[in-house]
């Protein structure tokens, strides 16, 4: 069983940075896919950033130079984010999947609320 718990959210103005933390509970955490999603007033959740089990990263095209997602050693997730916009507003969610496919997560955090004023 994979538990995922995330931090790190808050109000901050545009142009402003914000750093994300997930805590995993689970024994094999570096044989899994890691990802951040989020979720808008009104929208869709889309997938923000994955890194693999080897480190390698993928980013949606409107993250991409803004924000970096990271893993350590510690079961721990992060995501770094720059220079933010009043469209990064949403709720975000820590995820954990076997395969690292945007469909193949199955573990989910509770999410945290980034608010991004202009």
């Known amino acids: 069983q994979v538990q995922l718990q995330e931090s790190g959210g808050g109000s901050v103005q545009a142009g402003g940075s914000l750093r994300l933390t997930c805590a995993a509970s689970?024994?094999?955490?570096?044989?899994?896919?890691m990802g951040w999603f989020r979720q808008g007033p009104g929208k869709e959740r889309e997938g923000v950033a994955t890194?693999?089990?080897?480190?390698?990263t993928t980013y949606t095209d409107s993250v991409k130079g803004r924000f970096t997602i990271s893993r350590d050693n510690a079961k721990t997730l992060y995501l770094q984010m720059n220079s933010l916009k009043p469209e990064d507003t949403a709720m975000y969610y820590c995820?954990?999947?076997?395969?690292?496919?945007?469909?193949?997560?199955?573990?989910w955090g509770q999410g945290t609320q980034v608010t991004v004023s202009s």
């Open positions: 995820a954990a999947a076997g395969v690292c496919s945007l469909l193949s997560f199955g573990f």
């Open positions: 890194i693999d089990v080897d480190g390698s």
């Open positions: 689970v024994h094999t955490y570096s044989r899994y896919c």
